[in-house]
Nanobody, 117 residues
Framework: QVQLVESGGGLVQPGGSLRLSCVAA????????LGWFRQAPGKQRELVGT????????NYADSVKGRFTISRDNSKNEVYLQMNSLKPEDTAVYYC??????????WGQGTQVTVSS
């Protein structure tokens, strides 16, 4: 199996920055793509962005392009989400996600990000 643990959430003022981290454990050899999703109160979970294991190819939701950056360190089995120019509408629980061949889609427990003055 694969386990994911996120960290780095918190309270930040509008315009500020936060960096989320997600560490993967277990059968990490099977991870193809890692990504971040978020879910705001009363809304469905939505894609923030993903990064491939090979080549580090990324894709982002239009709402975060130019503000958020995903990166990964395969040697540490970690993926990061650097969030800049945060807006109140970025407030949500952020989830790390791993796409695997053997185990399907794996989710972390989530970390709260609150953007407020």
């Amino acid at each position: 199996q694969v386990q994911l643990v996120e960290s780095g959430g918190g309270l930040v003022q509008p315009g500020g920055s936060l960096r989320l981290s997600c560490v993967a454990a277990g059968s990490t050899f099977d991870i193809d793509r890692l990504g971040w999703f978020r879910q705001a109160p009363g809304k469905q979970r939505e894609l923030v962005g993903t990064i491939s294991r090979i080549g580090g190819m990324t894709n982002y939701a239009d709402s975060v392009k130019g503000r958020f950056t995903i990166s990964r360190d395969n040697s540490k089995n970690e993926v990061y989400l650097q969030m800049n120019s945060l807006k109140p509408e970025d407030t949500a629980v952020y989830y790390c996600n791993a796409q695997t061949t053997l185990f399907g889609s794996i989710w972390g427990q989530g970390t709260q990000v609150t953007v407020s003055s």
